[in-house]
């Protein structure tokens, strides 16, 4: 249970087997005759998140409606996807601009620019 309770995401797996690995857990622990309800464990896949998943979460605790473990996984797939699409994009913007990767996050312009 505090694996569960516990683990973040870290971009290490995709988001898919991020979210399978949870969900393997899970049912290791209804077989050990604990119920976790859903809504629960979507809350706890929430928590998981990072920053840049913040608008997802607002989003989340906004709606009335609320999804179940399959309904989750896929819009986080989805919103994995766009904010890669989003990096990609930015990072080819910043070559353009003659901005170059230093070192672990850091940037220098291009000599000429």
């Known amino acids: 249970?505090?694996?569960?309770?516990?683990?973040?995401?870290?971009?290490?797996?995709?988001?898919?087997n991020h979210v399978t690995e949870m969900s393997n857990i899970t049912a290791r622990i209804r077989n050990m005759g604990m119920s976790v309800d859903d809504s629960f464990l979507v809350?706890?896949?929430?928590?998981?998140?990072?920053?840049?998943?913040?608008?997802?979460?607002?989003?989340?605790n906004t709606i009335k409606?609320?999804?179940?473990?399959?309904?989750?996984?896929?819009k986080l797939v989805q919103v994995e996807e766009r904010l890669k699409k989003q990096r990609v994009y930015l990072v080819s913007i910043m070559g353009s601009y003659g901005v170059k990767k230093k070192s672990k996050g850091s940037v220098e312009r291009a000599k000429g620019h």
């Open 1 to 16: 249970m505090s694996r569960l309770t516990t683990m973040k995401y870290d971009g290490s797996l995709s988001m898919y």
């Open 43 to 60: 809350q706890f896949f929430i928590n998981s998140l990072p920053p840049q998943f913040s608008p997802f979460q607002i989003n989340y």
């Open 65 to 74: 409606g609320k999804w179940n473990m399959t309904g989750l996984q896929i």
